[in-house]
């Protein structure tokens, strides 16, 4: 396994466990459709949260959650469309968190950014 992947499977694991202390109920994790991923589908009291998790060893590339852009965003949306769809959830409130994970040598640091961007149309 790659350091990347690696990486990436530390914080969605630390992202996962701090959803759950912050009153998450973790849905599925890594959930795959035809559209791509999402890393963690929870509810947070009545709202579906679709989260999307950017983990970074450094600075060197800019702040994790910078890394979730329009592009991004448009394949969350589908994704999280369609599982609403076929869980029959679409009459739930939904919205999408992102969940910045560093893991710098100096420390580990976990930011929730809650209600991060609203559902992308388009392409």
Same mark, same amino acid.
């Not at 969605?12 to 959930?31: H, K, P, S, V």
């Not at 009545?46 to 800019?62: A, H, L, P, Q």
């Not at 910045?100 to 950014?113: D, H, M, T, W």
């Given at each position: 396994?790659?350091? @990347? #992947? /690696?990486?990436?499977? #530390? *914080? ?6 701090? =959803? ?6 973790? =849905?599925?994790? @890594? ?9 963690? !589908? ?5 709202? !579906? ?5 950017? $983990? ?9 959650? =910078?890394?979730?852009? &329009?592009?991004?965003?448009?394949? !969350?949306?589908?994704? $999280? =469309? ?22 710098? &040598?100096? *420390? ?7 209600? %991060?961007?609203?559902? %992308?149309?388009? /392409?």
């Amino acid at each position: 396994m790659t350091q @990347n #992947l /690696r990486t990436g499977k #530390l *914080g969605e694991q630390m992202a996962a466990a701090y =959803l759950e202390e912050a009153g998450y109920r973790i =849905l599925e994790q @890594n959930y795959r459709c035809r559209f791509g991923e999402i890393d963690i !589908i929870a509810r947070d009291g009545d709202t !579906i949260v679709f989260v999307e998790v950017k $983990s970074r060893r450094s600075d060197k590339y800019g702040l994790p959650q =910078l890394a979730v852009g &329009p592009d991004k965003q448009m394949r !969350i949306s589908k994704i $999280s =469309l369609f599982y609403l769809q076929t869980k029959r959830l679409d009459s739930y409130n939904a919205r999408f968190d992102v969940v910045a994970v560093s893991l710098k &040598p100096e *420390g580990c640091r976990i930011e929730l950014i809650k209600d %991060a961007f609203e559902l %992308a149309y388009g /392409r």
